[in-house]
Structure formats: C-alpha cells, structure tokens
C-alpha cells in the first residue's frame, strides 16, 4: 500500500512518498513535522551579507560577530536567506538554559529573574519611598496602549541626587549638572533595564558609605529611565522561560502578525527623522512620522525639561567646551560604545570630545567606539543634535554564549554586566559638569 502524507518543511508542502505501510511511530513522526516545523529561533550568520540590504528585505539584523552581519529568526529565515543566494550559518541559540534561583516572594520576574515592567515600576515606587532625601519619581507620559485606554503603563523617571532645595526640578536650568541613562527602549534588550536598576541600587544605597557615590551625588543629579517601553516588556514577558522577541513598541499597524507590529522607538525620533524604515511591520520601523509615537514624545519633552539647548542649530555647530550634560541609552547586543552621528557618517562637530570620553568609558567595559551612520532617527542623536549634551548608545554583551545576545542568563547581570560597566556608568556621571572638556 503507497500512503502520501503532506509534511510541512517552511510553509511548503513536499509530498512524501512511503512506499510501505508506515509504522504507528513514522506516522507520529510525520504528524510532528507537520504540526511541528523548527520554530527555534536563533542568531545566524550571514558572511558577505549588507546590513542595510538585509534590513531592506525586512530581516532582523543585528551586530554580529567579527563584523559580519548577523540576522535573527527561524529555520525559515533561513531558508529565506538561503532562498537570496546567502548562505547563512547557524551562530548560537537565542534562548539559554534557565536556572533556578532563589527570589523574593511576590517579587513578578520571568526568564530565570528579570523583572515585569510593573514589577520595575513597583520598584521605583519602592525605592522612592525608601531614599525620599536622595531621590524624586517623576510620571513624564503614557506608553501607547495607555494613550489607547488599553492598560499600558507609565513612563517613569527618577532624579537621585542629595536633594537641595531646587534640585530635581523639571527645569533645564539646574544648578547641579545632570547625566540622564535610559533602558529596555527596545524591549527584549533584557539587561539593559536591570543594568538600570544596578546603577539605581549603587548610588541609593552607596550614599554616605561610599566616597565616590557621595561625592557625585553631593554634585549630580542622576536622572534614570529604567524602562522606555514598558509595553514592549509586557510583551517580552508574556512569553515566560521563552521571552517573545518584542524590539517596538505595542502600535500595531494592521496586517502584521506576531511580534512583529510596533514603532522602532529608537527611529521615531524627531532629529534628522525619515529614511530608517519604512516597512510598516519591519523590526526597525520609524512610524509614520517624527516623533509620532507617545514614548517618544514623553521622552523628549523630558530631555528638553533636564538639558538647555546648548549646541547650534547647523550640522557643523559644535557644542561650546562649557557644555553639560551626558546621556546613555542602553542597548543590546556587541559590545559597543556608539556616538553621534548616527544619520550619517560624516563625523559630528563634537566628535573628537565624544570620542575621548566614550574612550574613559571603554576603559572600564572594554567595548569598542565606534559611530555607525546608518540609521536615522534615533535617542542620541536626538539629544546630541538638538541640545549638544554629549549622547552615546551602549550596545551591551556579545553575539553568543550564554551571557550573549538579546537573552542572557540573569545571573549575568551581576556576573558581567554591571560589574564591566559600573565604573563607565560612573565616569559618564564625573563628566557631566563638562563632558567636552576632558
Ligand atoms: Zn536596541
């Protein structure tokens, strides 16, 4: 007897032929390729591959290792790759082993110990009520479900500083100067936002007992956004030990699927906006227009609350020496360290000043300096362009291991990334006062 079995391999169908009666255990084996194709995601190498051709062809590209270009996705990314002429080659897994470990109870985590983005908002309400002499909580907007009636979240920013009377103040003129760091504006970038709260638990607790916390706080005030969208998170985290691998923000144009609605927060920036992505549903999709999206316009009203415009409006106007103010958003993954400009290659009038400092940081965290002029519209060049604060990207972590990538353990936070980026976090705070000047 010839059965015909139709077994799925990447959305085609291949008639299988068998040519004698299958077995009970070949035919549980066919309707588990059928009902089952390889949905693993992974990170893939694609040697020769343009970054921006790929991103073109609605790829999700990141930095790879060694340079080349690396995409995320399925075996039928892959196959889709292959389906180009590329020839990809299979890098690492995206999703590392679990471990178990002890947590506080009521404590909302997911993947192994990172924190729900109301669980980091619980947080912050915490942390406030607790250090009332050394920090101020500030709602600065609604993510885009909440401006949809649709739950959401919102945005919240701490200022922490040994509060004098005046300090923390929504004012651009303020007597101490400021260094602003954001994280998780792309959501599945896990570590960035418990990055965040390392740095938050370092300078509240660290008051009075460490010399260095003191003297900064004493001059600084610190200004934190450990979760820029947090309605990226609760997507993330709706997957559990298999985080969905939400980059945008929840305004889902019609028409796509999965994952993969939602604005690039990080291209919707107003400086120099356009030309990023225009694919509605591709991972780095700059919106329908600048600024278009509330986490955008929360965040920069806010930056032009904390910092005066000190830069020129010509693209060749360098910031004065006398500039202050530093920020950091934070990101994953390469281990970079990224200045302005980000919307061209031509180098920024500021670049020699960026460089020196982001090299300060480098010193501690080891990563590499280097500007891309590649994407448009992003947070840095954003508050570089138009306030002349000295701006820079973290891409945190490499490619692969198991503190690689968009999903690393947990323990790795403590095991690698803050303890390689607590003395850059605190470099970028010493340079506030004259970012330029060092
Ligand atoms: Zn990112």
New binding site residues.
């Given amino acids: 007897m010839k059965l015909r079995i139709g077994v799925a391999v990447a959305g085609v169908v291949v008639p299988l032929v068998l040519v004698n009666t299958p077995s009970a255990a070949q035919l549980e084996t066919a309707r588990l390729e059928v009902e089952q194709p390889d949905a693993t995601p992974y990170y893939w190498q694609v040697p020769g591959a343009g970054e921006r051709r790929l991103k073109l062809a609605g790829f999700d590209v990141e930095h790879g290792a060694g340079g080349a270009v690396q995409v995320v996705g399925d075996q039928s990314v892959a196959d889709r790759l292959a389906g180009l002429g590329y020839r990809p080659v299979r890098h690492d897994t995206v999703y590392k082993e679990v471990l178990p470990r002890v947590q506080d109870v009521g404590v909302q985590t997911f993947y192994g110990g990172y924190r729900t983005a109301a669980e980091h908002s619980r947080r912050l309400t915490d942390v406030a009520a607790a250090y009332p002499a050394l920090t101020q909580v500030y709602d600065i907007g609604d993510s885009w479900r909440k401006t949809q009636g649709q739950g959401g979240h919102d945005i919240r920013a701490v200022c922490i500083t040994r509060k004098q009377a005046g300090d923390c103040a929504l004012s651009p003129n303020s007597a101490k100067p400021r260094f602003a760091l954001i994280a998780q ?2 959501a599945r ?1 896990l570590a960035t936002g418990e990055l965040a709260w390392r740095w938050i638990d370092h300078l509240t607790r660290g008051y009075g007992s460490d010399a260095e916390v003191t003297s900064i706080m004493d001059t600084t005030e610190l200004w934190v956004v450990p979760v820029a969208n947090p309605d990226g998170v609760d997507i993330v985290a709706s997957g559990g030990n298999q985080p969905l691998m939400q980059r945008k923000n929840a305004n889902n144009p019609t028409g796509c699927s999965g994952a993969t609605g939602g604005v690039d927060l ?1 291209r919707n920036s107003t400086f120099k906006w356009g030309g990023a992505g225009t694919s509605r549903c591709g991972e780095t999709y700059q919106g329908p227009s600048a600024g278009s999206e509330p986490e955008t316009k929360a965040l920069e009203a806010w930056f032009r609350q904390l910092f005066p415009d000190q830069r020129g409006p010509g693209d060749t106007d360098p910031a004065p020496v006398t500039t202050r103010g530093v920020m950091i958003t934070v ?2 993954y390469g281990n970079l360290i990224m200045p302005p400009w980000g919307w061209t290659w031509n180098a920024n009038p500021n670049a020699a000043g960026l460089r020196a400092l982001g090299q300060k940081m480098a010193a501690f965290n080891g990563y590499t300096v280097r500007a891309e002029g590649d994407t448009t519209g992003t947070t840095d060049d954003f508050t570089y362009g138009n306030l002349g604060i000295a701006s820079y990207t973290f891409e945190l972590g490499s490619s692969s291991g198991n503190c690689g990538g968009f999903f690393p353990q947990y323990s790795c936070v403590d095991s690698l990334f803050w303890p390689r980026n607590k003395g850059a976090l605190l470099t970028a705070a010493r340079a506030a006062k004259a970012p330029y000047a060092s």
Wanted: net charge negative; no cysteine; glycine share 0%.
């Fill in positions: 504006l792309h970038e990080n990101h994953s």
